[in-house]
């Protein structure tokens, strides 16, 4: 028991630290690159560590900005509730790391097989409402640190990320359940089979749409996908869906009274909160980390093997799709503009939760015909 | 009060529902990524240490003081720039020429550069081409209010040699 448990630790430390941690640290920099490029500037390119050239800039601007903000004071505002205050990021950091227990980043044993898969911490049934049951704690961290604040700008900030991803989770949730109904489980890991083409009935037959299109999320339930997108982008408040950080409206919204560590840890969770919602994206509807032409009988008895060439192409596979996901949310955060908040509910109520319900029933009503 | 009303193009369907022109948007902004990735070719940033930009010939930049052919500074401390000077930030201090030609020459020439406009009168009313804004160059940033009053060995490290004929009389 006790070797299982270290056993998941360290995968747990090495997926966290190895890739998530490193992600969300670049995407702090990447972000700043993409839009100056995007709008013809250049971004950060000062900090050199060794000669002038554009790597050493980007290396020393990664080494600077946490220098930066360690160095900082750490500021807490007069009469706000300081121990809340303390707390509130850590909070709204630990939820985001703590979704990865249940995503698998490789591939383990085909469903009901003997055996464990190595690339995934815990196998539960229930994974995917493990991730929402999470994700709906971040809410907490964000919204305590705004009351904790005692600061008007602060507790609009947490009102609105309060009312934002109250709105936005049931659109996201339902998103999925048109997946849960097509691939028959709410395990991730029996949900990336089954887009693999794995049917416990027949095993690989007809594993592709007319012989070459794999039967993912995406190709099975397009409008799905374009409505979780904008559901997940509204769930880590980015823009267009900014509003809980509207900085012209707001200064910095819920983390306004934040300085130095504080403001690192909530706006690191922050991009650890988009690593994850592209992971979610990855895993339910771009196929985890099947790769379609790659034979999926990895071997002989459906075990993967950990030396397999095709298994480590598979991990690598999984995190290929997650960065595309992650840069495809960046490039829309710095496309479009901020919705005003009424139309930010307006859109949320009236347009993509209807059309979520929609999608499910018609979703539904297809398979009562085809099955 | 006149009332214009707007009419404004109705939207079709696909714009309605924000996909295409979504769709849209992330291309122009996918384009300007990838172009500038490569080519850097509409990044408008100019590198500044490194890179200056050219100021026109007429730039009014810090002053300087010219010299006569025997090295010695053309201003005979005749006040007109100071007393042209709107902003008052000139002071000199006259002394007696060997030369009685000459008569005065300027003992101490400070200029105030945190009081100066740049408006470049001191320049007009010189008779005498001693002093001049063409130098090209920034007032430089200093820890002291004092090191921004410039001295005439100073105004005279950037004087260059000035033939103009002076005191209105050939030499």
Known sequence: MLMVI?????????????????????????????????????????????????????????????????LKETFDPPHADTWLHRLAPGLAFIPALLMWVVIPFGPGPVPGAE??????????????????????LSVYGSTLGAWASRSAFSLLGGLRTAAQMVSYEVTLGLNLVGIFMI???????????????????????????LGFIPKWGIITQPFAFIFFLAASIAETKRAPFDLPEAESELAAGYFTEYSSMGFAVFSLGEFIGIVVVAALGATMFLGGW??????????????????SLATWLSV???????????????????????????????LGWVYLLPLSLANVAITAFVLFLTR | MATVTVRRRELDFWEKTYVKEVGRGLAITFRQLTKNLLTREDVATREYPEVR???????????????REDGTVRCVACMLCSTACPANCIHIVAGEHDDDRVEKYPVSFEIDLLVCIYCGFCEEACPCDAIRMDSGKHPLPSFTRDMQRIRKHQLLEEGGLSVAEQGGRSK
């Open chain 1, 6 to 70: 270290l056993a998941a630790l360290l995968k747990f430390a090495a997926i966290v630290l190895g890739f998530v941690m490193v992600l969300a640290t670049l995407l702090t920099l990447i972000e700043r690159k993409q839009s100056a490029l995007m709008q013809n500037r250049t971004g950060p390119n000062r900090a050199f560590v060794f000669g002038k050239n554009p790597l050493s800039a980007f290396v020393g601007q990664l080494i600077a900005d946490p220098v930066k903000v360690l």
């Open chain 2, 53 to 67: 930009r050219k100021y026109p010939e007429r730039f009014r930049g810090r002053h300087r003081l010219m010299r």
């Open chain 1, 290 to 307: 099947h790769i379609p032409g790659l034979p999926i009988e990895l071997t002989a008895a459906g075990q993967p093997v950990i030396a």
């Open chain 1, 316 to 346: 690598a596979a999984f995190l290929f799709k997650v960065v595309l996901l992650v840069l495809l949310q960046m490039t829309i955060r710095w496309t479009l503009p901020r919705f005003r908040y009424d139309q930010l509910m307006h």
């Open chain 1, 115 to 136: 055996g464990d898969n190595f690339f995934l911490m815990a196998d539960l049934d229930a994974g995917v409402l493990v991730v929402f049951a999470i994700a709906s």
């Open chain 1, 183 to 209: 691939y028959g489980s709410l395990n991730l890991n029996d949900i990336i089979w089954a887009q693999a083409g794995y049917d416990a009935a027949t095993g690989f037959q007809n594993a592709y749409f």
